[in-house]
DNA sequence: TATTATGGTGAAAGCGATTTCAACGACAGG
DNA sequence: CCTGTCGTTGAAATCGCTTTCACCATAATA
């Protein structure tokens, strides 16, 4: 492995020099010329362990998801990793498998590891939480929910799914069903359902209480959670999701029980998933920008950490929505 | 930050002592105990770039994808997540965006990167690929691709269209298309059609060339595939896709075109969706491990890197796959 | 008793960059 | 001629860890 020893020998200038080369510092045109005649022809290229040691930067963005092979996350990831690389960053991707206690795991594992920055994509906030991230010693940004204190890109839950209420209860007669998480994640569980309810109720339609299920993100969840309700109560004529993964899972029990191309008719969502939209022609949800929500936080990262000017660092910031097929 | 030698200070040792500690070298039980205690103490953890400047180890892999929204890229990347969580590891991805040429890029920056060794999630491996991965320094796998020369872990693609043909094309009546994508993807691209292709002839019904269209892994393209195949020939009975993306858009075509819910009997498609399944209650498709061929490559990788004993270390492994709903 | 293992130990030499610092040549102004 | 800048330069000191090596007890063997 050639060192910058090397190359600074063969240029015969000092290390130091090649460094300045490398870096944009003080160097004469003769012998920056000489310095990368010799790095062609050693193809040298540096360590960036060495350089991190140094420096103490490495270029490194751990992100942290909830779960990898989800649409809404990998539409997350792809955003930040856009950013990344134009920036020359690279991301340093860790899974959690939906457990809050590995999450916070990891935000104690990138601290001392090489990462300059966190991208936090957040379900559940707990107390441990607020505590890791307040301690973190590196920048943090959290996306998907809004936690004060912290820098966060989000989305309006409440407002949208109070949106999606108001707009299907004139359209639906008969009782409404919703299918909702746990209300640890603020803004999926939390926030939609209080939104949608709300919705309902301002249009005159209340959601009944007894009418509200928990799902657990999964497609399957949401078939099970559906197909209870149908058995239970079978003049519920429409059934909300809190995701579009759990109204998918609501609209196949809905068909199997009542008939092949109903539940297009009978289910809303969250999200407004790709496959969902093709495959049903579009079920009343919500659009989100996540892709956007990768961008937005990744850049107002590394803002913070490139220092660039006129850029007001960490902040918080609330992107907006679209209701979709209302 | 604390740094080892303040440890070693405190504890009364040296810091070479308070190394061999964390590493288990030879060290006695009373200092062994001090130096727990002094770690605790002050909340010490060791730089992880210092250690790697030693030792040359990051305990990083690289996992270069071609698209991360995708859900066979999303489980594939789980299972390569779940390995290196458990084995000690952690993952640097790298999104390509479907350019091969960045695929190459990234081969390059990972080898004089802080990376270990690599996976691969390959489509399109060109003669430039070949030399990338041939001169590569660190230990590298590839997934989805059977490539001379290379550890490789992939599925039969051939074998399997072979399969899914020979069994469609006895419950066809009419006519059979094709909705391939390009060649250049050895395995999605050539195998699977030309594997098609073989299973309809041998069962006595072979595809007609005319009736072959290229998508591009999108949605949208199976849709505009399909709908260009059914004006210019409305006798197509069945559309054969080369993924289930793209069979989940001829789907909506032919629902558009010939009325709801009849897609659903004519279309078949590659990698078994789970959104597709539920929704349609499940279209011909081939299942593929696609979290198995994550772990079995990641194992792979890691057993050579850490030198398991009674593993015969990188090899090629091909994975079995199983015809759904035929 | 003399010797050889054996289990422990710390000093010190790197790993390969960046960065400080003192110094140098040239050149302008006094 | 002396002094002060200015633009460059390389020697050397880190960064925080691992690892070799020489060495020391003490126990086991000859």
């Excluded at 792809?78 to 939906?98: E, F, K, P, S």
């Excluded at 079978?234 to 609209?251: E, K, N, Q, R, Y």
């Excluded at 068909?255 to 009343?284: K, Y």
């Amino acid at each position: 492995m050639v060192k910058m020893k090397d190359v600074a020998e063969l240029a015969g200038v000092s290390s130091a020099a090649v460094s300045r080369y490398l870096n944009g510092g003080y160097i004469s045109a003769d012998k920056a010329e000489r310095i990368k005649q010799a790095i062609e022809l050693t193809g040298y290229v540096r360590s960036s362990q060495a350089r991190a040691l140094r420096t103490g930067s490495t270029k490194l963005i751990g992100v942290i998801v909830p779960k990898i092979n989800s649409e809404s996350v990998s539409r997350i990831t792809a955003g930040i990793g856009q950013v990344l690389g134009r920036r020359g960053y690279q991301m340093l991707l860790a899974n959690t498998d939906n457990a809050a206690d590995r999450e916070i795991e990891y935000l104690d594992l990138f601290q001392n590891h090489p990462v300059d920055g966190i991208v936090l994509v957040a379900t559940m906030i707990t107390d441990e939480h607020r505590r890791a991230i307040e301690s973190c010693r590196v920048p943090i940004v959290l996306i998907g929910q809004n936690v004060e204190g912290a820098a966060c890109v989000y989305h309006d839950d409440y407002e949208a799914a109070f949106e999606l209420g108001h707009a299907l209860a004139g359209r639906v007669d008969g009782k409404i069903a919703y299918i909702g998480v746990t209300e640890a994640d603020r803004a999926a569980g939390y926030d939609r359902r209080r939104g949608f309810e709300a919705g309902l109720r301002a249009a005159g339609n209340p959601l009944d209480a007894a009418l509200i299920r928990l799902g657990s993100f999964t497609l399957d969840s949401g078939y099970g959670a559906a197909r209870e309700l149908l058995s239970v109560a079978p003049d519920v004529s429409f059934i909300a999701c809190a995701t579009d993964t759990m109204a998918a899972g609501a609209l196949r029990a809905i068909d199997e029980v009542c008939g092949m191309g109903e539940g297009i008719h009978r289910v809303s969502g969250f999200g407004d998933n790709a496959f969902l939209r093709a495959l049903t022609g579009g079920i009343p949800t919500v659009h989100y920008g996540y892709l956007t929500s990768g961008v937005e936080a990744t850049n107002m990262l590394l803002n913070t950490l490139d220092g660039v000017e006129g850029e007001s660092g960490l902040k918080t910031l609330k992107l907006g929505h679209q209701l979709m097929n209302v």
